[in-house]
């Protein structure tokens, strides 16, 4: 789980999916702007990524952002996948969650995977293709009553 400054990011070398169709959508509150890609369907919601950012944030030290990190990892159950910690950079404040184990099939396996920072919280869905060795972004199929809590914890934990 250490890795050296000069690492390179993961999410560095992901493809951004093609999500034709999808709509931005916007809310604005006291505690965070949350911007998501989403796409309705017959009563199910489909959403490219989701970003929570806060503009002013209180000090803030790494160990209450590892609380945070273990917080919403418990709290995200409804997204069907356990969430581990699975890298972090103390320096820049950084906490990486992906669902471990990923789902895997003969095609690839694929993940969620939560970045949390000091003053943002990103949400998306990663496919890795053995055929083209590829990281794509791809969609998280949830109901609208699970976007619409997703969309409440990710700004509570920039609130707390």
Do not use: W
């Not at 999916?17 to 911007?35: H, K, L, N, R």
């Not at 209450?64 to 919403?72: F, Q």
């Not at 950084?94 to 003969?106: E, V």
């Amino acid at each position: 789980m250490k890795r050296t400054r000069t690492a390179k990011r993961y999410d560095d070398c992901i493809q951004p999916g093609a999500f034709d169709g999808f709509q931005p959508e916007t809310f604005q509150a006291p505690e965070a702007e949350v911007c998501s890609l989403v796409r309705r369907e017959n009563g199910r919601v489909q959403v490219g990524k989701v970003e929570a950012a806060r503009s002013a944030s209180p000090r803030l030290s790494f160990d209450r952002l590892r609380t945070k990190a273990e917080g919403l990892a418990d709290q995200l159950d409804y997204l069907g996948e356990r969430l581990e910690i699975v890298d972090h950079d103390r320096r820049g404040m950084f906490i990486q969650l992906r669902s471990l184990p990923p789902m895997k099939d003969d095609n690839g396996i694929q993940f969620n995977e939560i970045n949390l920072g000091r003053d943002s919280v990103t949400v998306q869905r990663i496919a890795f293709t053995r055929k083209d060795e590829v990281k794509q972004q791809i969609p998280i199929s949830l109901s609208q009553g699970a976007l619409d809590r997703l969309l409440a914890d990710l700004r509570q934990v920039l609130a707390s």
